[in-house]
């Protein structure tokens, strides 16, 4: 079985302030990780995604995110959040021999100006 | 290219009304998925095609929600007798059938159902 915990429902952050949006997963086998945002009133688009080889994955819009496999985990990130980042983000996991990709429950990130 | 679409954006039905929601996905992905997603919660999985037929079902709530898919194209979602509980956001996506299956979203279809 796979499955996604996002602990944090809600982060508020300081604009250009650095953030961190964490995901755990659980499989047995290999995975695929996945984070997609979400703007309001919007589907959602894919912000990156690993698949294999280096364990830090850059994405669009200078997001970033780090596999580690010891802590089953695939925490996003970025340095300096903007306004235009307010939005909600879904982490998302397939591990091999599954056809079904899981959502984690989603955090929606505040920035403040 | 063009990306998944979903009709229509709205739709506010009156309880107990049947209402059929349309998915056209990316030209050549043979994977589609249905998704809901209530006020203020995550994506809840309803059923996932490979072409045209649908090896998971599991997250169809009861048998008033059914799907079908004709070919490697478009998809209708449809709820029966419809209940205010069915009031959500109706996401559709789709992936090509590759090892990595990611996912493209439409922009979805708000329903309301009063």
């Known amino acids: 079985a796979q499955s996604v915990t996002q602990l944090d429902s809600q982060v508020p952050v300081f604009e250009e302030a650095p953030v961190e949006l964490r995901c755990n997963y659980s499989?047995?086998?290999?995975?695929?990780l996945f984070w997609y945002v979400q703007y309001p009133n919007q589907g959602l688009q894919l912000l990156l995604k690993y698949l294999s080889g280096s364990t830090l994955v850059k994405g669009i819009n200078g997001f970033e995110a780090e596999f580690n496999k010891s802590q089953t985990s695939f925490h996003l990130r970025k340095p300096s959040v903007h306004i235009s980042d307010t939005a909600e983000y879904f982490c998302a996991v397939r591990s091999g021999g599954y056809q079904k990709v899981t959502f984690g429950t989603g955090t929606k990130l505040q920035v403040i100006p | 290219g063009a990306g998944v679409s979903q009709s229509p954006s709205n739709k506010v039905t009156e309880k107990g009304k049947d209402v059929e929601l349309r998915c056209d996905p990316i030209s050549g992905h043979t994977a589609l998925y249905w998704y809901r997603q209530r006020l203020g919660q995550g994506l809840e999985f309803l059923i996932y095609f490979q072409g045209n037929s649908a090896p998971d079902k599991s997250g169809l709530p009861s048998d008033r929600f059914s799907a079908e898919r004709t070919g490697e194209s478009v998809s209708t979602l449809t709820i029966q007798r419809t209940q205010q509980e069915d009031s959500a956001v109706y996401l559709c996506a789709s992936s090509s059938g590759g090892t990595v299956r990611e996912q493209y979203f439409g922009p979805g279809t708000r329903l309301t159902v009063t």
């Open positions: 499989s047995s086998v290999s995975v695929y």
